[in-house]
């Protein structure tokens, strides 16, 4: 059976840095299209980014572009995301996600993602 597993969340001051990490097991990884997500208090799960399973290919969420870059590992079985100039409105439990295919095509919402992470919490706070 799939598993991910999130980690490197934390407190982070405004304008900081944080690496997140998710660690999959029970699935070829690098099989499978990979994406991020984030679900504040009160609001729904909202897409961050995704890559396909060569990691050649990825996309952004408006709110992000520019500022996190998805990457992966298909030796170490690991998806990464590198989150920099963070501000309070990036807070967020963020979650690791696996498609069942290789693409990134077409609607990418939490629908379209088959395996799930448990979560790992950013906060970003001064």
């Known amino acids: 059976q799939a598993q991910l597993v999130e980690s490197g969340g934390g407190l982070v001051q405004p304008g900081g840095s944080l690496r997140l990490s998710c660690t999959a097991s029970g699935l070829t990884f690098s099989s499978h299209a990979m994406g991020w997500f984030r679900q504040a208090p009160g609001k729904q799960r909202q897409f961050v980014a995704a890559v396909v399973a060569s990691g050649e290919v990825n996309t952004y969420s408006r709110a992000v572009l520019g500022r996190f870059t998805i990457s992966r590992d298909n030796a170490k079985g690991t998806l990464y995301l590198q989150m920099n100039s963070l501000t309070p409105d990036d807070t967020a439990v963020y979650y690791c996600?696996?498609?069942?295919?290789?693409?990134?095509?077409?609607?990418?919402?939490?629908?379209?993602?088959?395996?799930w992470g448990q979560g790992t919490q950013v906060t970003v706070s001064s």
């Open positions: 996600a696996a498609r069942r295919v290789s693409d990134i095509n077409g609607s990418l919402g939490p629908a379209a993602f088959d395996f």
